[in-house]
């Protein structure tokens, strides 16, 4: 049995278009199941985990001069820029509880099965056992480890965070495609394979094997009227302003 699965691919916004986007779907009531939206940043953008302080990000110079936004969604700071983004809203069930953590299979483990297509092999992260003792964190997402991370040769290419909101789950998630000036330290699938992926072929690839995973039937949209008078409050009053950025 399938399920309505409506697709929003995106043109290149700011960092609290973004953020504010993802938001609105998961706070509307227009469409009560699935929603799967790409999308992608119009210039490089430092996202900020909902618990980090925004004086940590003094300890990556390279990103200084790059516009910051805070996520609503925990985990550590991203710099998106050669990237494809990911979202995807969907309401808690008995297939996704309240931990959700079925989603991140989903999506990941459909990942792999793309990127394998493009004849590039990766894995998910799996935790050492005995788990090695916790040091502090990296600043950077993409510098941690967690169980079912998607990793090549050691890297991380894709990790993904999630938040709640009643009985709706939002988890997005970024997919390095290349190394950003701002972030030379991290390698993307290009400096890793050597391989420039079509960006148009491997969303589009992407997109038909999530849909398989959820058993969803695609339903290309564009956002609501409704949503996108909720987007532009939000971006105004929460992402784009200066005191939910600051706020630790």
């Excluded at 049995?1 to 929003?8: D, G, S």
């Excluded at 001069?65 to 710099?79: D, E, H």
């Excluded at 992407?206 to 987007?231: R, Y």
């Amino acid at each position: 049995m399938t399920v309505p699965l409506r697709v929003i691919i995106d043109s290149p916004a700011s960092g609290a278009w973004n953020m504010a986007v993802d938001e609105a779907i998961l706070q509307s009531t227009a469409f009560d199941g699935l929603t799967l939206r790409f999308y992608q940043w119009a210039e490089p953008t430092l996202s900020l985990g909902y618990f980090q302080a925004l004086t940590d990000r003094l300890q990556h110079p390279a990103s200084l001069g790059c516009s910051v936004v805070r996520r609503a969604s925990g985990g550590g700071a991203i710099l998106h820029d050669r990237e494809l983004t990911y979202s995807l809203i969907a309401p808690v069930s008995e297939r996704f509880g309240a931990a959700a953590h079925e989603l991140y299979l989903i999506a990941h483990r459909s990942l792999c099965v793309v990127l394998a297509d493009f004849g590039v092999r990766v894995s998910l992260y799996e935790v050492p056992s005995p788990a090695l003792p916790k040091a502090a964190e990296p600043f950077l997402c993409f510098q941690r480890r967690s169980g079912g991370d998607v990793v090549l040769a050691g890297a991380k290419i894709c990790g993904s965070a999630q938040r709640r909101h009643l009985s709706r789950v939002l988890q997005h998630g970024s997919v390095l495609l290349g190394s950003s000036l701002a972030a030379p330290e991290l390698p993307g699938l290009l400096e890793l394979t050597g391989m420039a992926i079509d960006l148009a072929d491997f969303r589009g690839a992407w997109l038909a094997q999530l849909a398989q995973s959820l058993h969803g039937n695609i339903v290309p949209a564009e956002l609501t009227a409704a949503e996108v008078e909720a987007v532009s409050q939000i971006s105004q009053g929460k992402f784009g302003n200066h005191k939910w950025t600051a706020k630790r």
